[in-house]
């Protein structure tokens, strides 16, 4: 998809890491055979990624892009990240999640699902959101914190914040063939994974209120997934919940890879 509208909407060229571990994913689910046959006769892959302001997709994307410890591709030094891996490139298309950029957004949606082919990427925090303007930043730590702790009611803010950006884009989907299927990343895990919170995490995304909130994308075949490309503190001062390993980052980023690569195998 065109750049039109400046370094707003960016696309990146990229590819994504077939590690042991993720074959080995995909073997276990009997799918890895298939994999194979689909990427090797491709030269591209469109993945749109979508999610509100501050909610880690820069982190995210750039996992993707090679730029951590877990994935490995090439880099140059402009905007564009080229990687052939197995005969496959993603383009990896980032659509601003600031509420003024709202046609904006629209507009690289309906560009991206007009394609014959489209996997969506949407990214969730469950409310740890944090804003990197300087401005808002001080005002939102306020908010964001009692006593040194997430605030619940802001945290309950930004959960409605998400389904708000939800509503805005699935309306999109109606009438459009490219999209075939919807992985939700709940990021920034390392703040709110812990034993007795994963699952009302997760089911408050799968089938809880943001599920219901789907719309049109509950036509996709869709997944709902943890993980973490960054560890941080919650506007650089809250703990995180300690609970997060590196051994569970690596192993939820190669479920993620491997249901990403299932998934456009799968059509």
């Not at 890491?17 to 469109?46: C, M, P, T």
């Not at 994974?193 to 089938?207: E, F, G, I, W």
């Amino acid at each position: 998809m065109p750049d039109q509208t400046g370094d707003v909407v960016k696309v990146t060229k990229t590819a994504i890491e077939f590690s042991e571990a993720v074959l080995q994913i995909l073997k276990e689910r009997g799918v890895l055979d298939k994999v194979f046959d689909v990427f090797l006769g491709k030269e591209h892959v469109d993945i749109l990624v979508l999610g509100a302001t501050g909610v880690g997709k820069s982190a995210f994307i750039n996992a993707l892009r090679g730029q951590s410890s877990l994935a490995i591709a090439s880099t140059r030094e402009n905007q564009d990240i080229q990687g052939i891996l197995r005969g496959v490139v993603f383009n990896i298309v980032d659509t601003p999640g600031q509420v003024a950029d709202k046609e904006i957004r629209a507009r690289a949606i309906r560009e991206a699902t007009r394609k014959k082919y489209v996997g969506i990427i949407n990214i969730v925090c469950n409310g740890y959101h944090e804003s990197e303007a300087p401005d808002l930043k001080s005002r939102n730590v306020a908010e964001a914190l009692v006593d040194g702790e997430p605030s619940p009611e802001y945290l309950r803010s930004c959960r409605k914040r998400e389904i708000d950006a939800l509503e805005e884009w699935t309306i999109l989907l109606g009438g459009y063939e490219g999209a075939k299927w919807l992985v939700t990343v709940v990021t920034k895990a390392d703040l709110w994974l812990a034993p007795s919170t994963k699952q009302d995490v997760l089911n408050h995304y799968a089938q809880g209120p943001y599920e219901q909130a789907l719309g049109e994308a509950k036509a996709l075949r869709r997944i709902v997934c943890s993980y973490s490309s960054t560890n941080r503190l919650f506007f650089q001062r809250a703990a995180m919940s300690g609970f997060y390993t590196d051994e569970q980052r690596f192993a939820d980023h190669n479920a993620l890879v491997a249901t990403i690569l299932a998934y456009c195998a799968n059509r």
